[in-house]
C-alpha cells in the first residue's frame, strides 16, 4: 500500500521571492507527481525554477504558497521525517574542506542518526562503490572535481535514503566522470531508489529519465515519459539517405507524413537522379526537439549554461 | 526529533572543533593573545595585578569565542556548507545551537587556560575556581551567541571580522577594566550595562576577588539573558535569510 503512495505529490507549488505581489516568481503555481522508484528529471535552463523546487521540497526553504506531501508525509508538517529519509546532492560542493573524504561520510552518518556500529562500514562501502577507496584519507578540498561529486552522492547515500534529489549532478565535469556518475545514478534506479534529478543537459535527461518535467519561468510546461514528450512532436518521418553517383556522395533528408512516404520521396529521387543508394535511415524525433516544440526556446539556451556540452 | 537535535548539536559542535578550533594556529593565538594583554597590563600597572584578572580572563573568553566562530559561520554560510547540514535532520535553531557550542567549548579551553593561570600566577584561593568557571561557563555562551549573531548578520568573513570587532572594542573600553564603571559619565555607563562583557567581568570580579553575593547572581542572569537573546535574534535573522 505505501509504496503505491507517490514519492512526491507537488500541488500548487510556489515561491516568490521578495514582496508578495511585485516579488519574483521562481515557481509558479507546480504540480507534478513523482513514482516510487522511478528517475524523475527537471529540466529547464538557468533560473527556471529548477534548484527553488529543491530547496522547497527538502525544506531549506518554505513555499510561498501550494502543498507538497514527500514520501507519503505533509512537507510542512513532518520535515524531520522526512529528511531521515531523503538524500540531497546539492550543485555546488559543500563537504567539509578540512575533513577527510572517510570523515566526511562518518560525519553524515553521525547527523542523520546512523548507528556507530554501522558508520564506519557504511563509509568504507560507498569508498568502495564510488571508487573513493584509495583517497579515503584525502581532505575533500584536495580531491578532483568528480571525486568531489562522487563523495557529495556518497554522503547524501550514508542513511539509505528512499528518495534522491540530485542538482545538476554533472555540471562542470570532465567527460569521464560525468558518464561514471551516470552509471551511479542508473545503479540506484535499480535498488528501488526514487530519484528527482535536475538537469539542463538534454541527452542526460534522455538517457536517465523515466519521466521528465519541462519547467520554463517557474512553470511546468510539459510532464510525461521521455518518449511521450517526443512523439507530441512526431509530425510525420524523415529519411535520411547516403546517396552516390559519379560526381561524389550526398547525404539527403526526405521528409513524409509518415515513413512509407518519406521512403517512396527518397527512392523517387535517387531513380530520377540516376543515384545509388548506400545506406538509408530513420530519424527518430530527439528530446531537443521536444524541447524546442514544447518550451519555444532554442535548445542553446541549456547547452551553452554552466559549460555545458 | 529532540533526540535528532540533540545528537546533531553535538556532533556539530565535534566537527566544528575538530576541522576548525583545534588548529594548532588557532589554539597558539588563543593563547599568546592574552599572555599580550597580561604583558601589556604588566608593563602598565607593575604593582597588584590581582585586580586585573578577572578582565584579563573576561577578554580571553570574548575574543576565544567569538573571533573563529565568526569566521566559521559566515565561510560555512558563503559556501554552502551550513545548509548542508541544514539537509539533515536537524532543526534551524539546533544547527546554530551546535555552532555556539563549539565557540563556547573553545572559549571554555581557552578562557579555563587563562583562569587557571591568573588563579595559581596571583596565588588566589583555590575554592574560587568553581564561582569562576560558572562565570566563564555564562560569559562564553553570551560571547558565542554574540559570535552567531554577528556572523548571520553579513556575508564575508571580512565583515564579520569588521563587525565583531565594531562590537568588541567599545566593550573592553566601557566594561570597567580599564576605567571604573563609577567613574564613567552617565551616558556611557547606560550603555556599558547594555554590553555582556560588563556583566562578565563584574561577575568574575566577585568569583575571584570578592565575596559572592547576590550582585554576582545577578550578573549571571543577565549573562543568560543576553546569550538567549542574541541566540534568538541569530535564528530569526538566519530564518530569514533562507527564505
Known amino acids: 500500500m505505501a509504496e503505491s503512495i507517490p514519492a512526491i505529490e507537488v500541488t500548487g507549488l510556489t515561491k516568490r521571492y521578495g514582496p508578495l505581489q511585485t516579488g519574483l516568481l521562481a515557481v509558479d503555481h507546480a504540480d507534478f507527481e513523482v513514482q516510487r522508484g522511478e528517475v524523475f528529471g527537471f529540466l529547464g535552463p538557468n533560473g527556471a525554477g529548477k534548484t527553488t523546487t529543491i530547496r522547497m521540497l527538502t525544506g531549506l526553504t518554505r513555499p510561498t504558497d501550494g502543498q507538497a506531501r ?59 562503490r564510488f571508487r573513493l577507496w584509495e583517497r579515503r584519507d584525502t581532505r575533500f578540498a584536495r580531491l578532483s572535481r568528480g571525486m568531489k561529486r562522487a563523495l557529495m552522492v556518497a554522503a547524501a547515500l550514508v542513511h539509505r535514503p528512499r528518495l534522491l534529489f540530485l542538482d545538476e549532478p554533472t555540471v562542470g565535469l570532465d567527460v569521464v566522470s560525468a558518464r561514471s556518475l551516470r552509471a551511479l545514478i542508473e545503479g540506484l534506479r535499480e535498488e528501488g531508489v526514487t530519484v528527482f534529478l535536475t538537469t539542463h543537459y538534454l541527452e542526460e535527461a534522455d538517457r536517465l529519465c523515466d519521466r521528465v518535467a519541462l519547467i520554463v519561468q517557474g512553470r511546468i510546461v510539459a510532464l510525461d515519459t521521455v518518449e511521450g514528450l517526443k512523439a507530441r512532436v512526431r509530425r510525420g518521418a524523415t529519411v535520411k539517405m547516403r546517396l552516390a553517383s559519379s560526381s561524389g556522395e550526398e547525404l539527403r533528408c526526405f521528409h513524409g507524413e509518415d515513413v512509407e512516404v518519406a521512403l517512396r520521396l527518397a527512392l523517387a529521387h535517387a531513380e530520377s537522379e540516376g543515384q545509388q543508394i548506400m545506406a538509408v535511415n530513420t530519424l527518430q524525433p530527439t528530446l531537443e526537439d521536444a524541447f524546442i516544440e514544447l518550451t519555444g526556446l532554442r535548445a542553446e539556451v541549456m547547452r551553452t549554461e554552466k559549460g555545458g556540452r | 526529533m529532540i533526540g535528532d537535535d540533540l545528537r546533531g548539536i553535538f556532533y556539530v559542535a565535534l566537527k566544528d572543533m575538530r576541522a576548525y578550533y583545534l588548529k594548532p594556529p588557532n589554539i597558539s593565538w588563543g593563547l599568546l593573545f592574552p599572555g599580550a594583554l597580561i604583558l601589556a597590563f604588566a608593563i ?163 568569583a575571584l576577588l570578592g565575596p559572592l553575593s547576590w550582585q554576582m547572581a545577578l550578573d549571571l542572569g543577565a549573562l543568560l539573558a543576553f546569550a538567549l537573546l542574541l541566540f534568538a535574534l541569530a535564528v530569526v535573522i538566519l530564518r530569514r535569510r533562507m527564505d
Request: neutral net charge; glycine residues 10%; contains cysteine.
Open chain 1, 70 to 128: 514527500v514520501l507519503g508525509l505533509d512537507l510542512s508538517r513532518y520535515l524531520p521525517r522526512i529528511k531521515k529519509q531523503v538524500g540531497v546532492v546539492p550543485e555546488n560542493s559543500n563537504l567539509y574542506d578540512e575533513l577527510s573524504a572517510r570523515d566526511n561520510l562518518i560525519f553524515m552518518g553521525q547527523l542523520y542518526g546512523v548507528p556507530r556500529r554501522d558508520r564506519g562500514p557504511r563509509a568504507d562501502e560507498l569508498l568502495h
Open chain 2, 44 to 206: 602598565r600597572t607593575p604593582g597588584d595585578m590581582r585586580t586585573l584578572a578577572p578582565g584579563l580572563v573576561a577578554m580571553a573568553a570574548l575574543f576565544s569565542a567569538t573571533s573563529m566562530e565568526a569566521i566559521v559561520i559566515t565561510f560555512e554560510q558563503r559556501v554552502g556548507a551550513l545548509e548542508r547540514l541544514l539537509l539533515a535532520p536537524l532543526t534551524l535553531p539546533a544547527m546554530l545551537a551546535g555552532k555556539v557550542l563549539g565557540g563556547v567549548l573553545f572559549g571554555l579551553l581557552i578562557g579555563g587556560a587563562v583562569l587557571v593561570s591568573v588563579i595559581a600566577g596571583f596565588g588566589l584561593e583555590g575554592w574560587r575556581l568553581g564561582p569562576a568557571l560558572a562565570a566563564l561557563l555564562l560569559a562564553t555562551t553570551a560571547f558565542s551567541a554574540l559570535g552567531a549573531f554577528v556572523s548571520v548578520a553579513v556575508q564575508e568573513v571580512f565583515e564579520a571580522q569588521t563587525l565583531a570587532n565594531f562590537i568588541r572594542f567599545p566593550m573592553i573600553f566601557l566594561c570597567g577594566v580599564f576605567v571604573p564603571l563609577a567613574e564613567l559619565p552617565p551616558a556611557l555607563q547606560l550603555l556599558a550595562r547594555a554590553l555582556p562583557l560588563t556583566y562578565s567581568v563584574e561577575a568574575l570580579h566577585a
